[in-house]
């Protein structure tokens, strides 16, 4: 038997995190023969703990056996000790009349504290997911509190963006989904992402031969996938959460096996058009479990170069937001 890696997972009683935590203890994020422990973090809210107790019951009420144990805390400082992975999954919601100024900034404050309580108690090889918005800026937040884990140990989610993107792409071409590839998200997690339609390949075969509609490629495309998580809140009343917690457990998996291709937002160095040091999605390739190398040298038409540059400035206008605070 392996050794349990433990999970810290923030936001655990929340809308995700109901989805996620029974996935992670199943097997589905770290492999069958993984045993893992949840250390499970909420908002000192009696409501929130409240309902943590009761996510905690139903985890042991499934009896898991790769399931080793279950911390319920308010405390990060305990939450995060010893973490192998910190899911950082609770952000403060945009509430009526906020500005977007005032979430970045609250948000910021939330995972400055994150940031630096990882960096001080979690585990030597600690890696970092962050899904809670705006994911990009809040990663790079948290990041800029660490000193002695680096930078790249901390990647934001646009999976659910990617996997949004293939199946549109499908759907399209009328093909089964497994047959579309390499189709990358670049930039932010939010509308004015880039799903790179021009690299992905169906069935063997560029996409844009594919579907030869590159009207649609260039509109309707980019504007479902980019719109996807509004289209949920209309239809449902309430934000992606089953399908948020699955492109969680895709985007970690994939980080943990080598070899894998896949989009994250990591630290720009510059590359695709990205400013230095913005959180941007791209796509990666998986090294060893855990890290990661980008993949360069894919081309940029001018339609690519202009809604990256879209994204890229509001990456750098989310940072310029926090640049106060993060000094
Ligand atoms: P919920 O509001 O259902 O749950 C959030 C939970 O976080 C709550 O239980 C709250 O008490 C807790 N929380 C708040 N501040 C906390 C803190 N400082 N420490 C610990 N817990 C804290 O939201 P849910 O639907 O689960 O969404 C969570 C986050 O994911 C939101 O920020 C949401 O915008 C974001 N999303 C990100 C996506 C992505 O692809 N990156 C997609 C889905 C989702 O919209």
């Not at 009696?46 to 139903?58: D, N, Q």
Request: glycine share 10%; hydrophobic share 45%; proline share 5%.
């Amino acid at each position: 038997m392996k050794t349990p890696i433990r999970v810290a997972v923030t936001g655990a009683a929340g809308q995700i995190g109901y989805s996620l935590l029974f996935r992670i203890a199943s097997g589905a994020m770290f492999g069958p023969d993984q045993p893992v422990i949840l250390q499970l973090i909420e908002a000192p809210i009696e409501k929130a703990l409240k309902a943590l107790e009761g996510v905690a019951m139903e985890l042991d009420d499934c009896a898991f056996p790769l399931l080793k144990g279950v911390v319920q805390t308010s405390d990060p400082a305990v939450g995060f000790k010893d973490a192998n992975w910190c899911l950082l999954v609770g952000a403060k919601p945009r509430g009526p009349g906020m500005e977007r100024a005032d979430l970045l900034k609250d948000n910021g404050t939330i995972f400055i504290g994150q940031g630096r309580l990882i960096d001080a108690v979690a585990a030597a090889d600690a890696r970092v997911a962050v899904v809670g918005n705006p994911a990009n800026t809040n990663c790079m937040i948290a990041a800029s509190q660490a000193k002695r884990l680096t930078p790249d140990r901390f990647t934001a989610m646009v999976r659910l963006d990617q996997n949004r993107a293939q199946t549109q792409l499908a759907k399209k071409a009328g093909v089964d989904l497994t047959t579309v590839k390499d189709i990358f998200i670049y930039g932010n997690h939010s509308p004015s992402m880039f799903p790179a339609f021009a690299h992905a390949t169906i069935g063997g075969r560029p996409a844009t031969d594919v579907i030869t509609d590159h009207a649609w490629l260039q509109g309707p495309f980019c504007e479902t996938v980019g719109k996807r998580g509004g289209a949920i809140i209309a239809a449902r009343g309430l934000s992606s959460a089953a399908s948020a917690a699955n492109a969680l457990v895709d985007h970690v998996r994939s980080l943990v096996t080598p070899g894998t291709i896949h989009s994250v937002a990591v630290k720009s160095d510059g590359r695709y058009g990205f400013d230095a040091n913005v959180w941007a999605g791209m796509p990666v390739r998986t090294t060893t479990p855990g890290s990661y190398e980008v993949i360069t040298g894919y081309a940029m038409d001018d339609f690519a170069k202009s809604k990256i540059a879209a994204t890229n400035k509001e990456l750098v206008d989310e940072r310029a937001f926090v640049a106060e605070m993060i000094k």
